[in-house]
């Protein structure tokens, strides 16, 4: 799998349930400002104010190390984060991050006609 596909099964399962739990969220986002390494700017951070509230909301566990199946990162909202990885290794993986939720969101826009 080409390294930009890397997120797509997450942010695809991370807007599915969104789209269960909070119709019309896709609107919310303003692609221009989103970072994903940004507890506000994040995609639950603009669709709930907060990503920590976010995950509380959505019965998700915010621990970025976690291996649960409810792990805020298998959903896409946020990367996998062993002990032993360097600050600078998970700012530039949520770097890609921010990237992928854009394309995806992009995409999105473009079949939904906006």
């Known amino acids: ?11 695809k399962r991370g807007a599915a349930l969104l ?5 019309g969220w896709s ?7 989103l970072d994903m ?5 994040c995609v639950l951070g ?3 104010g907060d990503y920590l509230t976010a995950c509380q909301r959505l019965g998700l566990d915010d621990s ?4 649960d199946e409810d792990a805020s990162w298998r959903y896409g909202f946020a990367v996998f984060s062993p002990d032993d ?11 890609a991050l921010t990237r992928a939720w854009k394309r995806y969101l992009h995409a999105r826009e473009v079949q939904d006609g906006r």
């Open 19 to 23: 789209d269960e739990k909070r119709p």
């Open 1 to 11: 799998m080409p390294k930009r596909e890397l997120y797509r099964p997450a942010i």
């Open 85 to 95: 990885e360097t600050w600078r290794s998970l700012v530039e993986r949520a770097k």
């Open 64 to 67: 970025l190390g976690s291996e």
């Open 46 to 48: 603009q669709v709930e």
């Open 27 to 33: 609107a919310l986002i303003h692609t221009r400002i």
């Open 37 to 41: 390494d940004s507890l506000s700017d």
